[in-house]
C-alpha cells in the first residue's frame, strides 16, 4: 500500500469513527418549502410534506432522528431521506415536521439532533405531558 492510500485510509477511517462517536449534533433547522412537495429526493422516494422525514448532510438514509426544538421543548422523529447543501443548517426537515416542533411561523430554530436507535428509544423517558412522534411511514405501512 503506497503512503498516499494509507493517508487516504486514515482520513476515511477518521470521518466514519466521528460519525459513529458524535451522534448529538445541534443547531439550525429550517424545512421545505412547499413547492418541492412530490420533488424526488436523494433516495428517490417523492418528498411528501406531510410525512415526517428530513434532510441531512451526512447522516445515512434511513437513520431516524430524534429533533428537538430548544426554544419550546417539542421533539419529533423524523427519517432520513434527502441530502443537503453546505449550509450553516444543521438539518432540513418536512413541513409535518416542522408544524410538531411549532417552527412554521419562524421558518426556523435551534435545534439538537439525536440519532434513534433502537437501544435508546426503548431508554429514553418521554416527558410527562409530551407524545414524543413517530414517522408516519412506520404507521402506513401496517394494515
Known amino acids: 500500500m503506497t503512503m498516499k492510500n494509507c493517508l487516504v485510509l486514515l482520513i476515511l477511517l477518521g470521518f466514519f469513527c466521528t460519525q459513529l462517536v458524535a ?10 418549502s412547499n413547492k418541492y412537495h412530490g420533488a424526488r429526493t436523494y433516495s428517490g422516494e417523492r418528498y411528501n410534506k406531510n410525512a415526517l422525514t428530513c434532510a441531512h448532510k451526512t447522516f445515512p438514509m434511513g437513520t431516524k432522528l430524534k429533533v428537538t ?16 447543501s453546505s449550509t450553516r443548517k444543521v438539518i432540513d ?3 409535518a415536521a416542522a408544524s410538531k416542533l411549532g417552527m412554521i411561523s419562524n421558518g426556523t430554530a ?8 433502537e437501544e435508546k428509544a426503548r431508554e429514553a423517558p418521554i416527558k410527562e405531558g409530551q407524545k414524543m412522534e ?7 405501512g401496517k394494515g
Open 134 to 140: 413517530q414517522s408516519t411511514e412506520s404507521k402506513e
Open 110 to 117: 435551534k435545534v439538537k439532533i439525536e440519532v434513534v436507535t
Open 69 to 84: 426544538c430548544l426554544d419550546n421543548d417539542k421533539s419529533v422523529v423524523v427519517r432520513v431521506n434527502d441530502r443537503m
Open 23 to 32: 451522534q448529538d449534533e445541534e443547531g439550525m433547522a429550517a424545512y421545505y
Open 93 to 95: 426537515l418536512s413541513r
